[in-house]
Structure formats: C-alpha cells, structure tokens
C-alpha cells in the first residue's frame, strides 16, 4: 500500500522560513520518478486547495498566491518531495499535505504550518 508521510511544519514568525518533506513509501519506489507530485494545504473551515505541482519533467506549477515564495523539488532516489516556503504569511496557516495531481493515494496526516508573531 503507498502512503505519504509529511514533515517539517511548525510554527514560524510572518516572514520566516519553512522547509517541508514528504517521504512516499509502499509499491511505487520505481514509478515515483513518473508520478506529478503535489502539495496542497487546507486552512480551517476551508476546502484543500493545490499550492505547487512538479512533474516528472521538471515544469513546476504554482498557485498565484505562493508564486515567488515557495519552491517545490523532488529527489526521486529518496521518493521524497519537498516545499521551500520563504516570506510566510499569516494566511499560509494551514495543515499541508502532498499527493499526486491529480489524486492518487490516500491522504497522509499533513504537517501543521502555523504563520504567527
């Protein structure tokens, strides 16, 4: 069975920095390399929006509102994702998940991200 694991969330200061991973285990190792990766977010009381998107070819697809403050990467030797999220904002508050686009495997727990002075 394929699961993600998410990590790396916390509670930061507005403008501070973040580094997320997403480890993707089970029977995949070998197709993670194909696979487009994805991170999404949901804040309270709303619905889980996409925030990044990588495909196997490298083109990267951010959300208008992380563009230029957030770098999505991938290392398929580890079959990990990763979120680079710069100049945090109070409205980056969420719970942050991955997946594929579209998705694929059964949502992981996600990794608090809370944006706070």
């Known amino acids: 069975q394929v699961q993600v694991v998410e990590s790396g969330g916390g509670l930061v200061q507005p403008g501070g920095s973040l580094r997320l991973s997403c480890v993707v285990s089970?029977?995949?190792?070998?197709?993670?390399?194909?696979?487009?990766m994805a991170w999404y977010r949901q804040a309270p009381g709303q619905e889980r929006e996409l925030v990044a998107d990588l495909t196997p070819a490298n083109r990267i697809h951010y959300a208008d509102f992380v563009k230029g403050r957030f770098t999505i990467s991938r290392d398929n030797a580890k079959t990990t994702v990763y979120l680079q999220m710069n100049s945090l904002k109070p409205e980056d508050t969420a719970v942050y998940f991955c997946?594929?686009?579209?998705?694929?495997?059964?949502w992981g727990q996600g990794t608090q991200v809370t944006v706070s002075s």
């Open positions: 997946n594929t686009n579209p998705r694929a495997i059964t």
């Open positions: 089970g029977r995949i190792p070998s197709l993670f390399s194909t696979m487009v």
